[in-house]
Every structure is written in C-alpha cells, then in structure tokens.
C-alpha cells in the first residue's frame, strides 16, 4: 500500500548507483511521490517547495535492505545448536521444530515475534519459506502483510527424506495442500506474494517436481530453493538425480530453475560448478548469498566474485537460522568478510568484495528481484532506512561514506530509527 502524498526525508543520503559505485549527499533531500523516488537533490526543486520534509538531522538515510532468503519458522532456534553440518541439522534440529507449526496455537505465538522482530529489522523486502503447513503459512502472510514489508512467502514442498512429523505423504497431498493455499490466498493481500517454495531437491520427489512445473506455469508464480550448499547434500543430488548433470540441471529438468516467465531464487551455491554458473546466467536466476549461514552450517565460501564477473544477479540473505542474526547489515559484513577468506585462503586470483558491492548486493542486487527497488534512482520505490550512528562517537570527523561503512560493522541493532517501504512510513 504506497502512500499516495508527496514528501521528502532530509539527511546524509547514500545509495548505490550500480554494483561498484556508491552516491553519497550530504545534507541532502530525498523525494517521495506516490510511493516512489522522485529524486535526490541538494536544494529542493520549486515543484517541490512546502511539501511535508522530515528531518533526520545528521542521520544516514539509505535505500531498504532486501533479505533474499530466511526461513520463518526457524527464527525461534536461531543462535542454537550451531555444532552441525546442513543434512543433520535438518534432522535433528530444523525438522523437528518446523514440525510444531502444524500447531496453529504455537505457529501464532512463533510468528508473532517474528513478525515483530522484522519489522524493526533494516530489511524492507524479503523472501521467505514458512513450513509445509498451509494455515500456518496463511498465518504467517497475515502477519506479514500488516507489518507494511513486502514479501513473498512460500509454503514449503516437501514429499521425500523428512521427518515422520514433517513430510507430506504423497506428491499429490503435497499438490492438493499447495492449491488449497493458493485458492485461500488469492487476491487476498496488497504487501505478500506466494512464491512456489520446493524445499530442495533431496525434499522433492520427481513426481512432485513435475506437478510443481505445472503449478508454476498456470499460476505464473517465482520459484525459490536452495542450491549446493554443501558437500553432502550436493553428493546426495547427484544419486538421486542421476539423469541431472549437475545440481541446478535436476532443477532445469523440470523446468524450475528460472527462464522466461519463472524468476527464480537459489539461496547459497556455495559448490556450482561452472557449468551450473553459466546455467544459472542463460536462465537469470538469482543467487541469494548466505554468509553467515555457510559459516555456522560450515558449509563454505561462494563464489561471488564469479558470480559478478559472469554476469548473474546476486543478493543477500540471513538464511534464519542458517544464519543467526536477523540483520541484513551485519548480512553487508559477512559478505566482505568471508570473501576476504576465500581470497586468502581458496582463491587468490578472484578479489574479495568491497564494502560498496556488498552494499549494493543488500540493496539493489535483492531489490531488483521486487523489481526497481533498492536505491534512490528515479522511480525506483521509496524504500528508506534513517540510521543514527550517534551512538558512535568518533574522536574526528568522519566523511558520510566512512560512517557508513563503519555503522555497517558496528550496529548492535539500535541505530535504526526509521522505516519506509513503497513511500509508507513503518515506523
Ligand atoms: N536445505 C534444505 N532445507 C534447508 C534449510 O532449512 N536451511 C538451509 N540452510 N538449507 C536447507
Ligand atoms: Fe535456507
């Protein structure tokens, strides 16, 4: 819902004007019109003269952070049991507690704080698994929707290799209970989107991956998964996908893994071979890079650099509770930090990130999956985030761009003090 006035947010303005350049302006206005940018200026244009101006003082205002990839149901572990590698986490850990949404009572309480807990997160767009459980899922988009982000939110597929708590019982059960969904949802919502949520590959037999396709193409509906994170689980792919010639292929095999008319999301690609790469470019999907889940889950460092030199669109994501922190700044950090690692220790010959691709990953790299949002370009949506790093004191004077960087690492969660999304102030 976009607020139909105009206004403008004065502040220490930087957003990305593409993946290597950051704009900074000082002091500066940033125009709202209709829920949409109308341009960043020193002085306030004449068209705009006496429009409503909030003043954020000396605060930094940045475009909102889009978390590409986070489980819901799993916010409540975040922080525990980080001891194990992906596939015994999901066993012992991850499917038991996804199985307690069957709940509705449980789901609402766990829901309730996460949906609290985002909306005073910096991410103002997100894309998110719930469970395999459709009134918990429906629960879940209710909770969202009124928070004011945008979001698409997946009921999670799955047929094969769960849990006997956690398992749909036939590919058609899984096809029904999906439709169900998507019947009780339709045209319901103005702020979340369903997204089709197979939950990977080791989770989808090939009987529900064909009816999914099927789901995906009548409904028209974005596709989100995960993609060679791990060495086991990659390994796992290939026995029981022996027709796939790599990971990503058993997902291009039925036909959801991205292409005309199926965007799609792969959180992690940790181990994608080049040919998988160069797939994932020909089909445009995306990546949502995970680092701070890769560290904990010990699963690895992807291979971003490669991923911007080919070409591919790349954001970021908390990946709860892969990850264990709900913030997409420290998700900026990670995401240099890691790189640093790889370029140390795995790969001299590809450069660790820098802090403005990163950031541009966060903001524009995952907006651009909403569409045009992510930065203060023209006519790009008013998504907005004041951050006060007063909390900071600096013995000298810092330039804009140096107390970004540093507001990035240091934030302990308190510097956010505003929230637009679409022109609507969060709070
Ligand atoms: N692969 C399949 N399910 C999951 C999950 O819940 N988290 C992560 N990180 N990887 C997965
Ligand atoms: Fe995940």
Redesign the pocket.
Known sequence: MSDSKTFALKGNICYSLDQTRLAVMEQAYVICENGLCAGVYQELPGRFQGIPCTDAGDSLIIPGLTDLHL?AP?YSFRGMNMDLE?LDW?NTV?FPEEARYADLDYAGQAYRIFAEDLKKSPATRACI?GTLHVEATELLMDLIEETGIKAYIGKVNMDRNGSPKLQEESPRISVDATLRWLSDISGKYQNVKPILTP??IP?CSDELMSELSSIQKSFRLPVQS?LS?NPG?TAWVQELCPYSAFYGDAYDHFGLFGGEGCPTIM??CVYSSDEEIALMKKRGVYVAH?PQ?NTN?SSGIAPVRQFLEQGLSVGLGT?IA?GHSLSMLRAIADAVQVSKLRWRLLDSSKKALTFAEAFYMATMGGGSFFGKAGSFLNGFSFDALILDDRRFPHPQELTVRERLERLVYLDDGHCLTGKYVAGRKIF
């Open positions: 489980h799993q992906l999901l991850t698994f939950r990977f989770s995960h994170e689980e959180a992690h995970c889940s889950l990946d892969g």
